[in-house]
Each structure stands twice: as structure tokens, then as C-alpha cells.
């Protein structure tokens, strides 16, 4: 309009001005907005919540960033890089699921209820066949059914990768940059042993490899998605932000087994953590310190928690519906021992399991496993329960599972949530007072 105008030189002058100035006071206008909005996400953290995301502040820095630093950023995100967290709760244990609220909302995840199957809902009818009748307790059957109905979901939906944890899930508060650290490291892992797409055999698939081989004989050769004509120092494995842990290449990723099992724990690549409490750790031989153990995994015992892609559920859902004959742990145990589940996992885990102190009353409820189901008696009021003092000091009633010795956790977030919360209070403060009767 301006180049076209019959106007003297003086009004496209005065005009050009006008709009220099509108745009001045544009850009300081966006400024200020994002200064105020930033400013109010601050002062009303709570009301914007976990999910309250710096977002106007990453639009402006997206610019210069890598994909190493969005993948990064997004392996610390609320649910941890993968699609949802699951979490599979029984009905009954509310204080299971007040642990895991209070967890989550001191570390900034966002976790989904996924409710566990109950015994009566469990009709041998409606389970698979086994070649062991009889070895499966009803409580295993329940927490097998509990899982096989997410990598059936899984498996319909064909979704991206989802991190699966049981109710008595515990982890370091500091989980969020954990990941961080850990998906930079796991990228370096995968290029280090030259992984490949693991075979993919959905409809329509890119990964899917040829019918006449066997899928586990190709998955440790180089694949589709391998490119041989690449210059062998470059990572030929790259950053990918929209699934940072680059879930083709895995069928499950364990964050927080209780047991590894040896075989191909020399596949690994160890890297400094400092949320890692030097515990002097014994992995195979070796002294960790302030170190974690990325491995391709033997076989895992416990499902604590573990990422699971689609190839790994239906791979899991296939065994089971084929032959029933294992709690949910052993099939995954037993099918990464055959090497037909591509598995890998992390030590110490970044996520394990927590128990009650068994001197508050807990144990003589039977609050300490879900496993073997049935009704429960409260705790006898006779119960000697030395623990306590502890607890008035400590601020916790929660400790990591005894028998699991390579947990190592800096700041176990139960441990530290009463002090988050409460600060320096002292719960006897707060207990009834005999003598004021009140
Ligand atoms: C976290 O990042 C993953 C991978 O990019 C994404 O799928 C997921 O939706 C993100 N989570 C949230 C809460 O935005
Ligand atoms: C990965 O590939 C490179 C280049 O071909 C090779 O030198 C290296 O030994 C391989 N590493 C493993 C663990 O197979
Ligand atoms: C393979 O790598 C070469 C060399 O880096 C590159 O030119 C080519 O585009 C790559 N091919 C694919 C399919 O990524
Ligand atoms: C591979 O990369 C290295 C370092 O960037 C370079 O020196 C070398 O010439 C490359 N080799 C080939 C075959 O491209
Ligand atoms: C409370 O008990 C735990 C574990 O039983 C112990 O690690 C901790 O040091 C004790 N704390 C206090 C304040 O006594």
C-alpha cells in the first residue's frame, strides 16, 4: 500500500514512524504479558498445579535448543517422557494410593489410577490355559490380569510407550532430572551397542521384519532402521523429543526390578548420578559409587515399575494367552531369559518399593503384600509398637522393602514428605493429650 500511494514523502515518513512505534509498543507489551503471566504462575503455583509447566518461558527458549536437550527435557517431563504412568491399585488400599498422591505431588508426576483386578472378579473361565494347573494363586492370577489389561489396551490402541507402576511404588524426589540425566545416557547406551528396531509386527508397520526369519535371530543383527551407509563414529541412533527413549528399540525398559537376573549384565554402560548415595553397590564384580547401570536386562523379578512399548505388550499378551503358567513377573522373567523380549533396565533402580516399619502395627494386618488377597484383622491393641518415637522424629512411617539391598535413594520422597510439608513440625506436638483430655 505504502509503495503504491500517490502520497508525498512526508505522510509515508510520519506512517512508517506510526508503525515503528506500534510495533515498539507490541513487543513491549508481549513482554510485559509474559513478565505478569510468569510472575502469577509463581505466586499461584498451587492453583496452576503439578502440570503448571513453565510453557510461555519454553516457546521463547525452544529456538536454540537441540533434540538432545528437548529430549531431555521431555524424559523430565510430568510422565516421565512416556505417554501416561499407570498405576495399578488394589480397592482396599487407599493408603497406598495416599502415598502415591503425596509422591506425586511432591516430585511434579502426573500418575493415572488403573484399577488392579479383585479376586472375585477372577473365574477360571476367563483365564488362559497353563501347563501348570493348580501353581497360580488367585492373587497372582488378579495382579497378572491387572497388567495384561494394560498391554491389551496397549495393544488395541497401539500407544506409545507407558511406564507401568505398582501401588507401592517409592522413588527419589529428585525423579524428574533423574530421568534427564538417565535419557541422555540411555541414548548413548543404544548407540554403544549398535542397537536396532526391535521387529515391529502391527499392521502396516515400517519395522515389520521378513516372515522366513525368526524375529530374535534379526533383532541382534542390523535391521530397517539401521543405516549401514552412515559414518560408523557418528551416533547413527539420534535424538527423537516426541518419544525420548526411542521405544522402538525395546520391548520393556525396567526402572525398578527388586532382582536382575546375570546373564548379559557385560551389555551395559555405567554413568555418573549424583542422586546416587555412594553405597558401595556391588554390580557383578564392580563397586559402584555415585554410578548408575544402564544393562540389557537377564530377566527382571518384580514389576515395581517398567516402561512397556506396544511390541513388548504384545509379545507378553501373546505368551500368556498361549500358557498361563507363571505370575507376572517370572512370564517377563522367562521371556527375556529366552532373549525373545528385548529388556533392559536400570541399577540401582530409579524406582523401587516401600513397606511399612514393622513396628507400627502394620505387619499384623498383613498391610505389608496384596498378594495373597483375603480379609484382614485390624491391629490388636495389645501390639507392642516401638516404632513410633522413630516416627515422631523421623516424620515417617515408610521405609524402602528390606530384602531389596541394591535400592539407593538420596532423597526418598516419602522419607523426606513430612519435612516438605510439615517443616520442622513435630507429630507428638499433634498427638491427644491424656492429661488435657483434648
Ligand atoms: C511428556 O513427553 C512425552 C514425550 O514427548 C509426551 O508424549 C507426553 O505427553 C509428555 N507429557 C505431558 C504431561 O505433556
Ligand atoms: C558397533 O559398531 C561399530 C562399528 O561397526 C563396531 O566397531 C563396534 O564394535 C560395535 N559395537 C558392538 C557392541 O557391537
Ligand atoms: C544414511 O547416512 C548417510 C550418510 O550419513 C546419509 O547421507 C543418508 O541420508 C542416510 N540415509 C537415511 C535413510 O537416513
Ligand atoms: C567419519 O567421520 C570422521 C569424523 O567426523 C571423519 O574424520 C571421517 O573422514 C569420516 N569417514 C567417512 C568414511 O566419512
Ligand atoms: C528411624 O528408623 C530408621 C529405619 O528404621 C532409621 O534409618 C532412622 O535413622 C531412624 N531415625 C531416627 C530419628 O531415629
Known amino acids: 500500500m505504502a509503495n503504491q500511494g500517490p502520497s508525498p514523502g512526508s505522510i509515508l515518513a510520519q506512517w512508517r514512524s506510526y508503525r515503528q512505534m506500534h510495533r515498539a509498543l507490541l513487543v513491549v507489551f508481549v513482554i510485559c504479558t509474559i513478565f505478569v503471566l510468569d510472575r502469577y504462575r509463581v505466586t499461584l503455583g498451587g492453583t496452576f498445579g503439578?502440570?503448571?509447566?513453565?510453557?510461555?518461558?519454553?516457546?521463547?527458549?525452544?529456538?536454540?535448543?537441540?533434540?538432545?536437550?528437548?529430549?531431555?527435557?521431555?524424559?523430565?517431563?510430568?510422565?516421565?517422557?512416556?505417554?501416561?504412568?499407570?498405576?495399578?491399585?488394589?480397592?482396599?488400599r487407599f493408603d497406598r494410593e495416599d502415598a502415591m498422591a503425596l509422591q506425586a505431588y511432591l516430585s511434579g508426576l502426573e500418575i493415572q489410577d488403573y484399577p488392579a483386578v479383585e479376586a472375585d472378579q477372577i473365574d477360571p473361565v476367563g483365564m488362559p490355559p497353563t501347563h501348570r494347573p493348580g501353581v497360580l494363586k488367585t492373587g497372582e492370577r488378579g495382579c497378572w490380569r491387572a497388567h495384561a489389561n494394560i498391554w491389551s489396551e496397549m495393544v488395541r490402541k497401539k500407544l506409545p510407550p507407558v511406564l507401568i507402576m505398582e501401588s507401592d511404588a517409592t522413588w527419589d524426589i529428585n525423579v524428574r532430572p533423574i530421568m534427564g540425566d538417565l535419557n541422555k545416557n540411555f541414548i548413548k547406551f543404544l548407540n554403544h551397542i549398535n542397537s536396532?528396531?526391535?521387529?515391529?509386527?502391527?499392521?502396516?508397520?515400517?519395522?515389520?521384519?521378513?516372515?522366513?526369519?525368526?524375529?530374535?535371530t534379526d533383532i541382534n543383527t542390523p535391521a530397517t532402521s539401521f543405516n549401514s551407509s552412515a559414518n560408523a563414529t557418528e551416533p547413527s541412533i539420534v535424538y527423537n523429543p516426541d518419544d525420548p527413549w526411542l521405544s522402538e528399540h525395546w520391548d520393556l525398559f525396567s526402572l525398578g526390578q527388586c532382582f536382575e537376573h546375570h546373564q548379559d549384565n557385560h551389555i551395559k554402560l555405567v554413568y555418573k548420578d549424583k542422586h546416587v548415595p555412594d553405597r558401595q553397590i556391588n554390580y557383578f564384580g564392580r563397586t559402584l559409587g555415585q554410578e548408575r547401570v544402564i544393562r540389557k536386562s537377564g530377566g527382571i523379578t518384580c514389576t515395581t515399575a517398567y516402561a512397556i512399548s506396544h511390541t513388548?505388550?504384545?509379545?507378553?499378551?501373546?505368551?500368556?494367552?498361549?500358557?498361563?503358567?507363571?505370575?507376572?513377573?517370572?512370564?517377563?522373567?522367562?521371556?527375556?531369559?529366552?532373549?525373545?523380549?528385548?529388556?533392559?533396565?536400570?541399577?540401582?533402580?530409579v524406582i523401587a518399593q516401600w513397606e511399612y516399619r514393622n513396628d507400627v502395627g502394620m505387619g499384623e494386618r498383613g498391610a505389608q503384600s496384596d498378594i495373597n488377597g483375603g480379609k484382614h484383622k485390624d491391629t490388636p491393641e495389645d501390639t507392642k509398637m516401638p516404632g513410633w518415637a522413630n516416627v515422631s522424629e523421623s516424620g515417617s512411617v515408610w521405609v524402602t522393602k528390606a530384602h531389596h539391598r541394591d535400592v539407593a535413594f538420596d532423597k526418598m520422597t516419602l522419607d523426606v514428605a513430612w519435612k516438605e510439608i510439615l517443616g520442622d513440625a513435630v507429630l507428638q506436638k499433634s498427638w491427644f493429650n491424656p492429661e488435657t483430655n483434648d
Open 312 to 349: 513388548g505388550a504384545a509379545k507378553l499378551l501373546m505368551r500368556s494367552a498361549l500358557d498361563l503358567d507363571n505370575p507376572v513377573d517370572l512370564l517377563i522373567r522367562r521371556l527375556t531369559l529366552s532373549r525373545d523380549l528385548v529388556a533392559y533396565s536400570v541399577m540401582p533402580p
Open 196 to 216: 536396532t528396531a526391535v521387529h515391529d509386527p502391527s499392521y502396516g508397520s515400517k519395522n515389520k521384519l521378513d516372515n522366513k526369519h525368526t524375529p530374535r
Open 50 to 92: 503439578v502440570s503448571g509447566e513453565p510453557r510461555v518461558v519454553e516457546v521463547l527458549e525452544v529456538v536454540d535448543r537441540t533434540p538432545e536437550d528437548l529430549s531431555i527435557e521431555k524424559a523430565a517431563n510430568s510422565t516421565l517422557g512416556f505417554h501416561a504412568i499407570y498405576y495399578v491399585n488394589m480397592k482396599a
